[in-house]
């Protein structure tokens, strides 16, 4: 009956408990396997009969709390960008006298394609994924005709990254509708390496001359393309010895049109004035134009799932289907926050996730840090960027996330969401409503001083009708403490709290230990709560959970409340999933109705939790075999909507043989409740010894989008409905 809930996302979530108060507390000690204890445990140190404790806590001290219910304080400055389709790009071609220094020849400018930026690593240069044009039309017509030697030169001084970052020179002879390479330049050095730049007195690349003789007697355009890719520019890099791209970018001058040898045009670059030539902005095209916006109770958690979240949310979805589209790329910015002074940093947020992996949509969350508020949205800052999700898909309801890092000498971060399509989906359906937040927080912790545990509910002790497997189940956990860990215990009752005995985990390296439970509480028929103790090197005790034994990990060796002679009730939880409460937010996990309907009739009962899918162990995956299920005459099963958390092969295996007992005048009670039970048993092939249409006497009839609900039917599939007694299933048909 382990009551210990969870929702899960890797290592991010936070681990929710849900679980029963105990009585008060007094210790024996007892031998456990192994014995291996060499610090006295902290509770069982005593003074009288009171524990010595003292805990370290880490609270958190909150610096930013934004819930999107209304559009001031911290919901205030939030920021949504449409990055899908191609991204417009500044040109920043212009006159500019950077790097002129003693070159008499170039006099007081020169043309220039980079920028000033002081949120960059290197202040003067070019940045990612730059696309930069400088064009002119030239009338060689007039100047040219068929036979005369034509030549194009110019100064160029260039600091652009080898193999990545590139300069080209081209012509039209189409009015630009298409282009011919003439020339490329980049830094020269060794293949893998930022290589060397090359200056004004280059003797190689500082005065190129181009043969354009083909063109003589023609109008011709002509273009200075340079081109970056996505990392290693001035934005990005530090500078090193070879200057690959300091003061980076094309610098060109003294641009010269002969023929036959003599000067026709000639633009020595002095400001002011672009004599002629064009340097536009590229414009965005292409956009979906979803952005993050605030949304009340989005459409998709309305028309698929029982919970009903109320409130605003931010979310960038259609506004018709309430879903992701085709070719989205939406980012949300959060305002500049600052964290001077703050030298560990805590984020967390409430989130809904929903991203099929068919429909090909995905989330990355990032932190950007700087120590300028301006900087903290740059193209790249200062600091890079800390991915807390890489890019994720999925589905999972709502749950809090959690990440921390260090936030050295930075004032200001920042959160950016990024929701994406990377590919089109099979139909537009498959999409959902992509990455939805309901609140976004960040706060320092005031107290260093606790210990941090990692107990995974997936390999935690389970629920089991054997109690020698609970005896030799073995459980890791993980625990980290600035100061040490000194020793570490488990801490286990099986009589509801009266009395508690202790083991020492067992070291296995590092932050590691290995959890034995006690042998004094392992015992047929018991139900085994319990929490763990460390004490560090400065002597702090600390709990997990943090409020033990109050709050506690659980679970049971079955049978409790049944016997084959008095056989009792047995709930089977497969699911482990969250369902509404009553106002209509996920309240309870869904074992908490079925438990409250039995308290209220006064029932007693039996709960065997089945483990979590994920296990590292692969142990206890599927429910109670024949060996436990012959101790109850009536079995309740919930189940989840995927397929591990479905009634398994070896699951209607065991029900079928359970309900066949029934031949022999045994009283059977199956209540089998869960989403898409018949689609994933017999339309998707998972059924077996006819167990859903036999045995359950149901019909899958469709999964789809309907209108109208079709009418119900006196007989589902054609079939009786199994009763005890009156003979109509095939229980009671020797044919």
């Not at 000033?116 to 290197?122: A, F, K, L, P």
């Not at 202040?123 to 005369?148: C, H, I, K, M, T």
């Not at 050295?408 to 089109?424: F, K, Q, S, T, Y």
């Not at 508690?500 to 590691?512: F, H, K, N, Q, R």
Request: aromatic share 12%; charged share 20%; net charge negative.
């Amino acid at each position: 009956m382990a009551r210990t809930w969870f929702t899960g996302l890797t290592l991010l979530m936070v681990i929710v408990l849900f679980v029963a108060s105990s009585a008060g507390v007094s210790a024996s000690e007892t031998g456990c396997v192994p014995a291996r204890e060499t610090v006295p445990h902290p509770a069982l140190r005593r003074d009288g009969d009171v524990p010595l404790r003292t805990r370290a806590v880490a609270d958190t001290l909150w610096i930013f709390d934004a819930d999107f219910e209304n559009l001031v304080g911290d919901n205030a400055g939030w920021t949504s960008l449409d990055l899908s389709g191609t991204q417009g790009q500044e040109n920043h071609w212009h006159k500019d006298t950077i790097r002129i220094r003693n070159f008499t020849h170039l006099g007081d400018s020169t043309w220039w394609c980079g920028k000033y930026d002081d949120c960059w690593v290197q202040p003067r240069g070019y940045g990612n994924d730059w696309v930069q044009f400088l064009s002119r039309a030239f009338p060689l017509s007039d100047w040219s005709e068929a036979g005369d030697v034509v030549t194009l030169e110019w100064d160029q001084r260039f600091a652009m990254e080898s193999e990545y970052d590139y300069g080209y020179v081209e012509v039209s002879l189409d009015q630009g509708a298409s282009w011919i390479l003439l020339a490329s330049y980049e830094n020269v050095g060794f293949a893998g390496t930022p290589g060397r730049p090359s200056d004004w007195d280059d003797p190689n690349n500082g005065h190129p001359m181009l043969d354009l003789s083909d063109c003589s007697g023609s109008d011709i355009h002509l273009r200075f393309r340079f081109e970056s890719d996505a990392s290693y520019s001035s934005q990005d890099t530090g500078d090193t010895y070879l200057h690959p791209v300091q003061d980076g970018a094309w610098q060109l001058d003294n641009i010269e049109w002969k023929v036959n040898g003599v000067t026709v045009w000639l633009d020595d670059c002095e400001a002011p004035g672009d004599n002629g030539w064009v340097h536009e902005d590229i414009p965005t095209t292409g956009q979906t134009g979803v952005v993050y916006e605030r949304t009340w109770m989005p459409k998709t958690m309305l028309e698929g799932c029982a919970w009903r979240p109320l409130g605003w949310w931010m979310a960038a979805v259609d506004p018709v289907s309430g879903r992701m589209v085709d070719g989205q790329c939406s980012r949300l910015l959060s305002p500049p926050i600052d964290t001077e002074g703050l030298d560990l940093i805590i984020a967390q947020w409430d989130c809904w996730l929903g991203l099929p992996g068919d429909a090909h949509d995905q989330v990355e969350v990032l932190i950007t840090t700087s120590d300028a508020a301006e900087c903290v949205y740059s193209d790249n800052p200062v600091n890079e960027a800390v991915t807390v999700w890489g890019a994720y898909s999925g589905s999972i309801g709502p749950g809090w996330s959690t990440t921390d890092w260090d936030n050295g000498d930075d004032r200001w971060l920042g959160i950016m969401v990024e929701a994406r399509n990377e590919l089109p989906a099979p139909f537009p359906e498959a999409h959902e409503s992509g990455f939805l937040i309901d609140r976004v927080r960040v706060g320092t912790p005031v107290d260093l001083t606790a210990t941090d545990w990692d107990y995974s509910p997936w390999d935690a002790f389970y629920d089991t009708f054997d109690a020698a497997e609970a005896a030799a189940h073995v459980a890791p956990i993980v625990i980290f403490d600035d100061d040490g860990i000194a020793g570490a215990w488990v801490v286990a009752s099986s009589d509801g709290g009266a009395t508690w005995e202790s083991c020492t985990l067992s070291p296995v390296g590092g932050d590691a230990w290995e959890v034995h439970m006690p042998a004094g509480v392992i015992a047929p028929g018991t139900e085994i709560i319990y929490y763990f103790e460390a004490l560090d090197g400065a002597g702090n005790t600390s709990m997990h959970p943090r409020s033990a034994p109050d709050v506690h990990y659980e679970f049971s060796i079955l049978p409790i409340h049944g016997s084959v002679s008095t056989p009792g009730i047995l709930l089977v939880d497969k699911s482990g999933g969250y369902v509404p409460g009553e106002n209509t937010q996920f309240a309870h996990p869904s074992e908490f109705y079925f438990r409250e309907a039995l308290d209220v009739l006064g029932y007693e009962y039996d709960v065997f939790d089945v483990r979590v899918p994920g296990s590292s162990s692969q142990t206890h995956m599927a429910g109670p075999d024949t060996s436990g299920m012959k101790c109850y005459d009536t079995q309740i099963w919930f189940t989840g909507d995927s397929q591990s958390e479905l009634v398994g092969t070896h699951d209607q295996a065991y029900l079928i043989a359970w309900l066949g007992q029934a031949f022999g005048g045994a009283e059977r009670n199956l209540l089998l409740t869960g989403n898409r039970i018949g689609e994933c048993l017999m339309a998707a092939g998972g059924e077996t010894l006819d167990f859903y249409s036999e045995w359950l006497a149901s019909d899958f009839i469709i999964n789809t989008r309907i209108d109208t609900m079709p009418g119900l039917r006196d007989h589902p599939g054609g079939y009786d409905f199994l009763t005890f007694d009156d003979g109509l299933t095939h229980l009671f048909d020797d044919g």
